[in-house]
């Protein structure tokens, strides 16, 4: 009878422990996909100011050495 509960037991374990690292995961996850939004609006700024840059440049006909 001891056997039989021990598998019982390691069983429940191991399932406990792979919900608790599937968690983790999950958190880190949605970490990870807000630092992606957030460096994609700073790099569409930063196309957005480049842009800008770009056209008043061309239009005082300047160039760059």
């Not at 039989?4 to 970490?31: D, S, T």
């Not at 700073?42 to 300047?62: F, S």
Request: net charge positive; hydrophobic share 55%.
């Amino acid at each position: 009878m001891f056997w039989p509960m021990l598998a019982i037991a390691l069983g429940f374990l191991g399932i406990a422990v792979l919900g608790v690292l599937g968690i983790k995961v999950f958190l880190e996850v949605q970490r990870l996909g807000r630092q992606v939004a957030r460096t994609t609006e700073r790099i569409t700024q930063a196309a957005e100011e480049l842009e800008t840059a770009a056209v008043g440049l061309a239009r005082t006909g300047e160039t760059l050495r």
